[in-house]
């Protein structure tokens, strides 16, 4: 299984922005897609943003119009832009791929607050 590190987590005020990083152990070239998840406390780890090798992408309705996935093949990562970021964001964020499905990574935690 391909395993994954993700980074750039912080600290942020309402309204910042982030860009997250998930760095995957192998090539990602063929992997179908590569996907965002979080999880707030006492919340189930839930979808966040997809996407498909050749660029489709899908997010969740919380997020559409702030959060941008993107991933380099040849750099064998995937980001997530983050903007106009809400309290509600807080939490800790993972990727992870589907076709295959990858290993779960610590994450990095996002924390939204003034």
């Known amino acids: 299984q391909v395993q994954f590190v993700e980074s750039g987590g912080g600290l942020v005020q309402p309204g910042g922005s982030l860009k997250l990083s998930c760095a995957a152990s192998?090539?990602?070239?063929?992997?179908?897609?590569m996907d965002w998840y979080r999880q707030a406390p006492g919340k189930q780890r839930e979808l966040v943003a997809s996407?498909?090798?050749?660029?489709?992408?899908n997010y969740a309705e919380s997020v559409k119009g702030r959060f941008t996935i993107s991933r380099d093949n040849t750099k064998n990562t995937a980001y997530l832009q983050m903007n106009n970021l809400k309290p509600e964001d807080t939490a800790v964020y993972y990727c992870n791929s589907r076709l295959p499905f990858g290993s779960w990574g610590q994450g990095t935690q996002v924390t939204v607050s003034s």
């Open positions: 192998g090539s990602i070239f063929s992997i179908v897609f």
């Open positions: 996407i498909r090798n050749g660029g489709r992408t």
